[in-house]
């Protein structure tokens, strides 16, 4: 065994080239398994310097396959939504093939294609919040759906969309999802739900078996679900602008998302909950000492010593 690269960031998803000279790969600060994130680099087959073929993206790789072209087809997140795009690692050359305000995946965990040997023709399993999963193929961005064993499913909550606003110079996005059967003349308590990683992003795609926010819309909630810095989807300066600031700077975000959340949506300021699970349960612990506005929080396998 020749070792051909000592990585100074986590990397993920190593594939050859069609020819073998070349393997290429996704690098992140803080991508690793089974959320991988980062931009896209390749290195010769027989060692030497990786290049970044996407440098400076504002968007966040997840997952790579090459084309017979020598071309590269990734899945990205990118601001909140999925995408898929291709780039030529000749000329460093990026095109969007398609980005949607939902989750494309082959069931592994981000935005991932089952793509075929053509390098063109793909199928996925296609979701959102408010749409259950269907599996679609055909050309990327261009699939028609086969499936329908879940047209009878009905969310029980309502709405989701995709929020915007700016805290100490970033632009950050988050996801709000609305109560089922909502009365516009009533205020309805939310419920801030901070994801994990942080190196990770919340997209809207139908939620599976571990996902509690969905429910709790359901129940009569607000939910509010943020990409704080650290996230992925804007790049890898955003997500590692909260290297040793967890807690600050990224929970001032929330914070601010959550002024948007009210200023857009019937919510009563008295009644907010503040809940996520291992760097968000780390979070809400956090954060209840930092504030007053939530009046109750719940946190799940949060790290609270280190």
């Given at each position: 065994m020749k070792s051909i690269y000592k990585p100074p960031l986590q990397i993920a998803n190593p594939a050859w080239s069609p020819d073998g000279q070349k393997i290429a790969f996704v690098a992140g600060l803080m991508s690793d398994e089974p959320s991988v994130g980062g931009d896209l680099y390749t290195i010769a087959a027989t060692g030497g310097e990786a290049t970044n073929v996407t440098p400076e993206m504002k968007a966040t790789a997840n997952w790579l396959a090459w084309t017979p072209e020598g071309k590269i087809v990734f899945g990205e997140t990118v601001d909140?939504?999925?995408?898929v795009a291709m780039v030529d690692p000749a000329n460093g050359r990026n095109d969007s093939l398609w980005r949607g305000q939902e989750q494309v995946s082959s069931g592994l965990?981000?935005?991932?294609?089952?793509?075929?040997?053509?390098?063109?023709?793909?199928?996925?399993?296609?979701?959102?919040?408010?749409?259950?999963?269907?599996?679609?193929?055909?050309?990327?961005?261009?699939?028609?759906?086969?499936?329908?064993r879940n047209a009878a499913v009905k969310p029980a909550w309502g709405e989701a969309k995709s929020l915007h606003w700016k805290n100490d110079g970033y632009n950050v996005q988050g996801w709000l999802t609305y109560p089922g059967d909502l009365d516009p003349a009533k205020k309805y308590p939310l419920i801030v739900v901070v994801h994990g990683g942080p190196g990770a992003a919340v997209q809207s795609r139908w939620p599976d078996s571990g996902s509690f926010a969905m429910a709790l819309a359901g129940a009569g909630y607000f939910v509010l679900q943020g990409n704080p810095r650290g996230s992925f989807g804007q790049g890898e300066t955003f997500t590692q602008a909260n290297v040793?600031?967890?807690?600050?700077?990224?929970?001032?975000?929330?914070?601010?998302?959550?002024d948007e959340a009210l200023r857009v949506a019937p919510i009563d300021p008295s009644r907010l909950g503040l809940t996520g699970w291992s760097y968000g349960g780390f979070m809400t612990m956090w954060g209840v000492t930092q504030t007053n506005r939530f009046k109750a929080a719940m946190a799940g396998a949060g790290i609270a010593n280190w």
């Open positions: 909140g939504d999925s995408g965990w981000g935005t991932n294609i089952s793509l075929a040997r053509d390098g063109k023709t793909s199928a996925v399993i296609r979701s959102s919040l408010t749409d259950p999963p269907e599996i679609w193929a055909g050309p990327i961005g261009y699939w028609r759906q086969l499936t329908h040793r600031d967890f807690g600050y700077g990224d929970f001032r975000d929330i914070l601010a998302g959550v």
